[in-house]
């Protein structure tokens, strides 16, 4: 895999993810998501990692936590679309 794009959202499928979406953010680099998801045992390429890196681009920012209602019992998801294989010879280090 060439890397993610996502720049041009499915025109079918964009009413059904708008009536479900709460909050969106775009991330450009997601490597070393990536490591950290390895290093714990998870293997994820940096597509499948971009989850990941945008929970993290997200809680930076000033008023993250409150801007997304998240409080101490809060559970986050990630889905990672992409496993370590799809980049074969990757080493995001």
Known sequence: MAGLNGGTVSATAWPVIRSGLDAGIGVSEAS??????????????????????????ALAEPDGR?????GPATHV?????????????????
Do not use: H, Q, Y
């Open 32 to 57: 070393w998501a990536s490591n950290l998801l390895r290093d714990n045992g998870i293997g994820a390429g940096p597509c499948g990692a971009a989850s990941l890196a945008g929970v993290d681009a």
């Open 77 to 93: 998801i990630l889905i990672s679309t992409e496993g370590a294989a799809a980049n074969a010879g990757f080493d995001p280090r």
């Open 66 to 70: 409150a801007s997304l209602r998240m």
